[in-house]
């Protein structure tokens, strides 16, 4: 089977899959939306080529910024006027 027909057939699963997995998480069974999303992630890295260790450091640069912008935030908040700055 040439690579692009499968690539088509596997996009065409993928659409397939979606649908499932929105209905399932909507309507039926949010847990198996969850398994779903995952077989869908998996499929998706192969179609592009993305490896387990690829996806991992993705992730952790997802972490670490999310952890970034949450502290700033919380810094931010907790920021007093210039004129309450205490004066030595």
Do not use: F, N
């Given at each position: 089977m040439p690579v692009a027909h499968s690539e088509e057939r596997l996009l065409s699963l993928l659409a397939t899959l979606e649908?499932?997995?929105a209905f399932l998480a909507d309507k039926a069974s949010p847990e198996t939306g969850k398994l779903l999303s995952l077989a869908i992630l998996e499929l998706r890295?192969?179609?592009h080529q993305v490896?387990?260790?690829e996806?991992?450091?993705l992730c952790d640069l997802v972490v670490v910024d999310d952890q970034a912008t949450e502290e700033a935030e919380a810094g931010q908040g907790q920021?007093?006027?210039s004129y309450l700055k205490l004066i030595k």
């Open positions: 649908e499932c997995r890295m192969e179609l490896t387990d260790s996806l991992k450091a920021r007093l006027p």
